[in-house]
Structure formats: C-alpha cells, structure tokens
C-alpha cells in the first residue's frame, strides 16, 4: 500500500472516530483530498477499505457518507463484546503477570486522579485504553488480539466515554480495581463476570445517551 493512501486512510479514519466527521456526514472526494493533501485516488481507495470496515457507505450516484449506528448494530457490538473480552479476562486471570497487574493497578489510579475537578478527560480516556489493552495482551491469545480491536475501534465505542457522567466514571474505575481484585486472586469465573457487568452498564450508557 502507498503512503498517500495510508495517509489518506488514517486521517479520514480518525476524522470518523473522533466524531469530527460524524454519522451520516457527505465524504466528497475533492474536499477530502484537500484536506489530506493527496490526490482523488487515494482517498477513494481509503474510502472503499473504510466501507469494509463499516464506517462508510457509499450510495448510488450520491458518494460516499459516514455510516450511521443503527441500535442493533450497538447492541450486536455489545454483546460480543460481552463474549469475547469476558473470554479475555478470563484468561488473562491465569496467565497474568505481576508487571501487568502493577500497570492495571496504576491505570485505576490514574483514572481516580483525573477524575478530579478540573476533570481530565483525555487523560481517563488515555488510562481507560492502556487498562483493557493490558489486560487483553495480558490474555494472550493472538485471536484475540486480532478480534477485540475491530470491535473497540469503531466510532460508537471510541466515543462511549464522552456520555459518562461523573457517577458513571467513578463506577466504572470501581469496576477496573474488581478486575485487579480478580487478577490477583487468580479467578477467571470472577474476572469474566465482572468484565461483563463493566460492559452491559457501558451498553446501557450508549443506548440511553448516543
């Protein structure tokens, strides 16, 4: 693959995830160009792989548009979620190393630190990423690896955090220190349930405020 359109690829994806380009937006291909400064043939080459990903849809005649999130397609995400990143901690609870729970023990601090007024919110966001993504190498499982991220890197769930409520964000870190608790105690049953119980409040979170 050429850098113009890998260039073109990661600008217009993270455009999506972020939210700058939100659902049901126009992508015309000049503007896009433009804006990513590559010419017309990359970024519709960046648009067709986006479509395959599900975050673009191209209709006749019309071009190319952000696709819209429908509440099955957020409740089909959720519970997978649910099934393969409660698999995850499962395994992770048994194969877990101490260098891993040491850095899940300081993304729960760091969590609680920038939870306090002024809250930080790129920082949670940033300690939140770091958490699941020690505990999904902590799994190790390649499947996984591979799996799980198509799932957490679309724009739904990239954008989930931003319609917590503070009450929300402290319950959720309580639901990370459990998952420590679950770790060290070296308990797959108690990690896959609370890992579980993380995601279905995340569910209901997204489908009540999105």
């Known amino acids: 693959m050429s850098n113009a359109n890998e260039r073109a690829y990661e600008l217009i994806r993270d455009e999506i995830l972020t939210g700058r380009f939100a659902s049901?937006?126009?992508l015309p291909e000049q503007k896009i160009a433009e804006v990513t400064g590559v010419s017309r043939t990359p970024v519709r080459e960046a648009l067709r792989r986006l479509e395959s990903?599900?975050?673009v849809t191209f209709l006749p005649n019309r071009g190319a548009y952000v696709a819209?999130?429908?509440?099955?397609?957020?409740?089909d995400i959720f519970n997978l979620r649910v099934l393969l990143e409660g698999y995850a901690a499962e395994r992770a609870a048994v194969r877990i190393d101490e260098e891993q729970?040491?850095?899940?023990?300081?993304?729960?601090?760091?969590?609680?630190?920038?939870?306090?007024?002024?809250?930080?919110?790129d920082a949670v966001l940033e300690a939140n990423n770091r958490f699941h993504r020690t505990l999904l190498d902590a799994a190790q499982s390649e499947r996984l690896l591979i799996l799980v991220p198509a799932l957490l890197y679309t724009p739904i769930m990239v954008q989930t955090l931003k319609h917590y409520a503070d009450e929300d964000l402290k319950r959720s870190n309580r639901h990370h220190e459990e998952l420590v608790a679950a770790c060290r105690a070296r308990d797959p049953e108690w990690a896959r349930n609370v890992m579980?119980?993380?995601?279905?409040a995340a569910h209901r979170i997204c489908r009540e405020r999105f």
Do not use: F, K, T
């Open 24 to 26: 049901g937006d126009h």
């Open 196 to 200: 579980a119980s993380h995601l279905r």
């Open 53 to 55: 990903e599900h975050m």
């Open 101 to 121: 729970i040491a850095c899940l023990e300081q993304c729960v601090s760091d969590i609680d630190r920038s939870l306090q007024a002024p809250m930080d919110y």
């Open 68 to 75: 819209n999130w429908s509440a099955d397609a957020v409740d």
